[in-house]
């Protein structure tokens, strides 16, 4: 579903010139492979975040399970619906405290950039993880050591995307190791790869503290890094007893006009709804709808 079918016409290409608007694919549970492809379309949606481990029922996806006629059999179910796979979500701690778990999940995303191409997909997205191994905040995450250390695995990373010719999108969260726009920036400067790109979620950057500074946040992001940023994450927050909860897209505190205004350069960049549930994906649409006038 693109921006101008969304919003009716030439408004919506004066606010920005089209938006790929999607979902994550798990949002609608688990489901078998063309199950879940019938679903995703019924919606209007024109790609995906593919969880495959959260989202696709019946097919095995443990490390070294995977195959081309695995990939072409996901492909072709949501092709032949008209949905893309604009990202495979491979989330991992790649600073996971325990060496042999950390050593298993870093194989794990390689195996989805091998077979990202087979899936149609550029893309392969993580966060960045904690030195908690239940991705908890704790305190050695703000460190440079901490940083140098997510450097290095991630850059072992992005040499496999090199060679499979894809992508690696990291996505920085307040309480990880990449938890503001500038640690981002760092990242990717120290890499120095244009196969390490970033997959952008303003909501992930906000706490308790700063998200009175939401503006600042974005205008930064969008300022060091916005020709990396490849994959938007869309959602809202209201702040309940000084903390942040989830809120339905277009119904929180989110400046989504704001957000909007910074994408005006990005054509047909990926916007993926995230928490949604089948009772209230459609609404989110008919809010992004009103916000792009």
């Not at 989830?246 to 993926?272: C, F, N, T, W």
């Amino acid at each position: 579903m693109h921006a101008s079918a969304i919003a009716g016409g030439g408004g919506a290409v004066s606010l920005i010139r089209m938006i790929t608007l999607g979902v994550r694919a798990h949002d609608f549970g688990k489901l078998p492979i063309e199950q879940m492809a019938e679903t995703v379309a019924a919606h209007g949606f024109s790609s995906i975040q593919l969880a495959l481990a959260k989202a696709l029922d019946g097919i095995c996806t443990d490390t070294g399970s995977y195959s081309p006629g695995l990939a072409r059999r996901v492909r072709h179910a949501f092709a032949s619906r008209g949905v893309s796979i604009a990202v495979l979500g491979c989330y991992i701690n790649p600073i996971d405290p325990d060496p042999t778990s950390r050593r298993q999940q870093m194989e794990r995303f390689k195996e989805h950039l091998r077979f990202a191409r087979d899936f149609g997909c550029s893309v392969v997205a993580t966060e960045t993880g904690s030195r908690n191994a239940d991705w908890s905040f704790h305190p050695d995450n703000t460190t440079d050591a901490t940083l140098s250390e997510l450097t290095s695995q991630i850059g072992e990373l992005v040499a496999v995307a090199e060679k499979a010719g894809v992508f690696v999108c990291i996505e920085g969260v307040t309480r990880h190791v990449v938890s503001t726009p500038a640690r981002m920036k760092r990242v990717l400067d120290a890499v120095r790869s244009p196969n390490l790109q970033v997959l952008f979620d303003p909501v992930n950057l906000l706490d308790a503290k700063n998200h009175a500074t939401q503006v600042a946040i974005m205008d930064e992001a969008f300022s060091l890094f916005g020709d990396r940023i490849q994959i938007i994450h869309a959602k809202d927050f209201a702040v309940d007893g000084g903390a942040l909860k989830p809120a339905l897209l277009g119904e929180g505190s989110l400046r989504l006009d704001v957000l909007l205004k910074h994408l005006k350069r990005k054509s047909y960049i990926d916007v993926l709804l995230e928490e949604t549930a089948p009772a209230t994906v459609d609404r989110c649409v008919q809010n992004l709808k009103r916000a792009l006038g």
